[in-house]
């Protein structure tokens, strides 16, 4: 179909520097094409879905299917000179053909019956088909251009009958007609026409170029659509628009219904051989206004730009080496389309070349060519392998991933490896080795399956522990950490770790870390244990806890309260996996732990098991809880206490030792002699209730005036004051005792004056209630029918009028016919039995 080298040879991107991906890829037809160019050379083309039409310079028209091949028997000898513009209905049954030697060929490739030429004796420049030529029924129409514009019908009878269109605007250069709109230009510009209304919609003037003959350039005609016309003339592009006028228009002058809208015009550095459009973007095919060193001309472009109002940008850039482009200029070259496939048919007299878009095969082989491998995975990823044929994410994937190592960039190749291989086993088992062969297989390690459903061969993740163990502790304990030890071999790297330790003198607690925690996937659980507290790692716990080792600690608790005593406490007391005797026992040489343990084991099994040794571990480590534990527990012996406090001289805890055996006497002398506390000794008597404590307290103070002031301060609210004022000797000095006796004084009557308010309260609700319940207790009761009697268990209520009787009820609410009462009794049978009634 091609010639291959044309991607290569044929064409250079202007944007090659900055490796912008192209729009178009080419392909230059060749098969009989070659040696028909090589015979004459190509005027014109025409081509449609079916089949290429290509006009020779011999006046021969040549068909051939879109790989340049000749159909058969389809080599037309219709003119005697060049061909100028060959045109086909829009089925492809009907050819028609015109040249200067003054004749139109039509030719139909079906029936030779509708073949026939018609000369007119006059250079005809270009020709076209009704698009509907081939209908059944229709009047066979087609258009020719020379000094006018002439229509030709077939009439009922089967003869021509020619219309004139336009007249007298000079000679008719282009031609082009698509559905009811015919657009052709002339030497002062392009004029529109519409075949329905028969009227043209308007003359698009052309503007004069200073030092250029308009009329040597061939205008470039296209309809993109049924509306939109492009023009292609010297270097000026427009885009034209047929719309339909508005009412309003149509209502205030006798107009067209359509009009012709330009809708943008700008102007290229380039003269313009073709033009045609692409999606919503044009392609302009060009010539250079300049000539080379030896005034040869340059390689023509092809331009793929997007338009605006008055401006384009130009997208891409393509150079085309067409065979004898030097000798060429911007006539010589055509360019047609396949609108709908978008392929674009560019001629030289000497070479024909196809320019199509690039698929998503061309582009991702273009990105891989250029090294941009990350978009070809886009594009793939994207498309979900949709519409690729060439490849797919994991050959690419493979290209990129080869790419990438070979420039040492290990990390990024490692995390490719997860976006293509995902879960599949043989892709990863098959490239890892890549890695293993550089050395990186740490670059790869973090995204290789891990899962036990999706694993890769046990020894695989051998070589990647192996290579960490060498090169990185930390990342080797890391990944010990994080496997599944289902993966690999748990002896086979013990064994390795065991090897590495003999020859390594750094980092040694990570390797011994790591081999813990292997010990504990092979269930050796006390070398596990006993590697952890020689680091004196806190790991210990959760391998204690997640493996239900309380039965090994027993011996390692000590190390492990030595390790962090509020973890190993915390764990002892999850549900009493071993038993607090055998703790107790273990703990009993090292006091403050088990105070620490004791302490803690109180509080959940407040029975008092241990509150002996509490007293004594509280003594020793702890004395700011041993006062409220002496108060809160009744489970230790008190001597023994007593004795513990009196060896450390705890005098608040003597107190209340003394207090709780009844030996006040005792406890308030050494509050008063040790502790010197007079607040607290009041605090003390108050407690304790006793005359003759406060008698006590008063004969320590009666001597200190310091004391006396004090007492006369505080003791008015709950002794009798003036028992302390009688034992205060003669001419003693008391400062501030004024004060002090009308604090008393106050406080004594504020006592006596809160007892007699009480007095007055309780006697007041005494009678009150005494009324209460007599009311209560002179109110009527009512018996339902329900109620019986308490001694014969009838109804208390009787309806027969010669069984009524009369009927007691008690405050108890028991009732009782009064013949079912003893005689004499007044009070309820059920609530008071004979046996148990007053007598």
């Not at 020779?56 to 000749?70: A, E, P």
């Not at 030529?133 to 229509?151: H, M, P, W």
């Not at 030709?152 to 000079?170: A, K, N």
């Not at 000794?681 to 009666?702: G, K, R």
Request: proline share 3%.
């Amino acid at each position: 179909m091609s010639d291959p080298s044309m991607n290569e040879s044929t064409t250079t991107s202007d944007t090659e520097e900055e490796e912008i991906e192209p729009k178009l890829k080419y392909a230059r037809l060749s098969n009989d094409l070659q040696s028909i160019l090589f015979k004459s050379e190509a005027t014109c083309i025409c081509v449609h879905p079916k089949f290429i039409c290509l006009g020779s310079h011999w006046g021969v028209i040549h068909l051939l299917d879109h790989q340049g091949n000749n159909i058969e028997g389809k080599e037309l000898k219709a003119h005697t000179v060049g061909v100028n513009q060959i045109s086909i209905d829009s089925n492809g049954e009907f050819i028609a053909t015109c040249s200067d030697d003054g004749k139109i060929f039509i030719h139909s490739l079906f029936n030779k019956e509708n073949n026939f030429t018609l000369n007119v004796g006059r250079l005809v420049k270009t020709v076209a088909l009704d698009p509907n030529y081939n209908k059944y029924g229709s009047t066979k129409r087609f258009i020719l251009g020379d000094d006018k514009l002439t229509l030709y019908e077939r009439t009922f009878l089967g003869s021509l009958r020619p219309t004139v269109l336009c007249e007298s605007e000079g000679f008719v250069r282009s031609l082009s007609w698509k559905g009811n709109f015919i657009a052709w230009s002339s030497n002062v510009g392009v004029r529109v026409y519409d075949m329905n209304a028969r009227c043209s919609l308007g003359l698009i003037k052309w503007e004069e170029h200073k030092n250029l003959s308009i009329e040597k350039f061939r205008c470039n005609l296209r309809w993109a659509d049924a509306r939109t016309l492009l023009i292609g003339w010297v270097d000026t592009v427009r885009v034209c628009i047929i719309r339909k006028r508005s009412n309003i228009e149509l209502a205030n002058k006798n107009l067209p219904e359509y009009l012709v809208d330009p809708v943008s015009t700008f102007q290229t550095e380039f003269y313009i051989s073709g033009i045609a459009p692409l999606d919503h973007q044009l392609v302009l095919l060009g010539c250079s206004k300049e000539l080379d060193e030896d005034q040869k001309s340059l390689r023509p472009q092809l331009y793929i730009v997007e338009y605006r109002d008055n401006d384009y940008t130009d997208i891409c850039t393509d150079s085309l080496s067409l065979r004898g482009y030097k000798e060429y200029s911007v006539n010589d070259y055509h360019l047609d389309v396949l609108l709908e496939e978008n392929r674009f048919f560019i001629v030289a007299p000497k070479d024909v070349v196809v320019a199509s878009p690039y698929d998503l095969d061309d582009r991702i082989q273009w990105f891989i060519q250029h090294k941009k491998f990350e978009d070809a995975l886009d594009i793939l990823i994207k498309s979900d392998g949709r519409g690729v044929r060439r490849y797919n994410l994991e050959n690419v994937g493979v290209q990129y991933l080869d790419y990438l190592l070979a420039n040492q960039m290990c990390d990024q190749a490692g995390k490719l490896c997860l976006k293509i291989f995902q879960n599949k086993s043989a892709l990863w088992e098959e490239q890892i080795y890549k890695f293993a062969a550089k050395h990186q297989l740490r670059s790869v390690s973090p995204y290789i399956p891990r899962s036990y459903n999706h694993k890769l061969n046990p020894h695989i993740y051998e070589m990647i522990l192996y290579e960490f163990l060498k090169l990185d502790s930390q990342g080797f304990l890391n990944l010990v950490k994080e496997w599944d030890p289902r993966l690999y071999n748990v002896v086979a790297v013990i064994n390795a770790v065991l090897e590495h330790l003999l020859i390594c003198d750094t980092d040694k607690n990570m390797y011994l870390e790591a081999l813990a925690i292997l010990y504990s996937y092979e269930k050796k659980y006390d070398k596990s244990l006993s590697m952890y507290l020689k680091l004196k790692h806190k790991d210990v716990f959760a391998l204690i806890q997640k493996h239900n080792l309380y039965g090994v600690i027993q011996d390692m608790l000590v190390d492990l309260m030595d390790l962090d005593y509020k973890k190993t406490v915390a764990l002892l007391m999850e549900k009493n996996h071993i038993p607090s005797e055998t703790i107790v026992e273990s703990l009993s040489k090292h006091e403050f732990h088990l105070y620490r343990y004791l302490h803690e084991f109180d509080k959940k099994n407040p029975k008092g098991e241990y509150h002996r040794e509490l007293v004594r571990l509280y003594a020793m480590y702890d004395r700011e809880k041993l006062l409220p534990f002496l108060k809160k527990s009744e489970y230790y012996p008190i001597q023994e206490a007593l004795n513990i406090c009196q060896k450390e001289k705890y005098y608040p805890e003597m107190v209340f030792l003394l207090g709780k055996m009844g030996d006040t006497k005792e406890a308030l002398e050494l509050i008063i002699s040790k502790l010197q506390d007079m607040q607290h000794a009041i605090t003390f008597c108050q407690e304790h209730d006793d005359p003759e404590l406060w008698c006590d307290l008063m004969n320590h103070s009666v001597d200190k005036p310091e004391y006396i002031n004090f007492l006369l301060q505080s003791i008015g609210t709950f002794v009798d004051p003036t028992m302390l004022i009688q034992k205060i000797k003669d001419n003693t000095v008391i400062p501030g005792l004024k004060n002090s006796l009308v604090k008393m004084l106050y406080q004594y009557n504020l006592r006596v004056s809160v007892q007699e308010g009480c007095k007055k309260i309780l006697m007041s609700d005494y009678f009150n209630l005494q009324q209460k319940l007599v009311r209560v207790q002179q109110k009527g009761v009512s018996i339902i029918e329900e109620v019986v009697c308490g001694a014969c268990h009838r109804k208390i209520i009787e309806k027969d009028s010669s069984r009524m009787t009369n009927i007691l009820l008690f405050n108890c609410k028991h009732a009782f016919h009064e013949q079912c009462m003893p005689e004499g009794s007044g009070t309820c049978g059920i609530c008071y039995p004979l046996k148990k009634r007053p007598s």
